[in-house]
């Protein structure tokens, strides 16, 4: 079945840097776009960025452009989001997404904490 497995979330200082990964399995990894979301309590889901396929092209949320950078590693079947520069405010859950077989596709998330 199609499993997405986030890990490498953690408390981190402000200015600090974390680097996100998402373990696929269950489905050809290298055929779909991944998505990573966060979510804050009182907040909706929102995106953060995605990376295509087979292209790579990239997009993200205006907050964290220039700061947080998606890829992928088709080899592994992983996916990252690399996030330098951390506020208080990137606080949350994030969450790896995948939208195939008609349905999306989410992980359990990982916690990310940025606080002095």
């Known amino acids: 079945q199609v499993q997405l497995v986030e890990s490498g979330g953690g408390l981190v200082q402000p200015g600090g840097s974390l680097r996100l990964s998402c373990a696929a399995s269950g489905f050809t990894f290298s055929d779909y776009h991944i998505n990573w979301y966060r979510e804050t309590p009182g907040k909706e889901r929102e995106f953060v960025a995605t990376?295509?396929?087979?292209?790579?092209?990239?997009h993200y949320h205006d907050s964290v452009k220039a700061r947080f950078t998606i890829s992928r590693d088709n080899g592994r079947n992983t996916a990252y989001l690399q996030m330098n520069s951390l506020k208080t405010e990137d606080s949350g859950t994030y969450y790896c997404?995948?939208?195939?077989?008609?349905?999306?596709?989410w992980g359990q998330g990982t916690e990310v904490t940025v606080s002095s």
């Open positions: 997404n995948s939208r195939l077989y008609g349905s999306s596709y």
């Open positions: 990376i295509s396929t087979p292209t790579g092209a990239t």
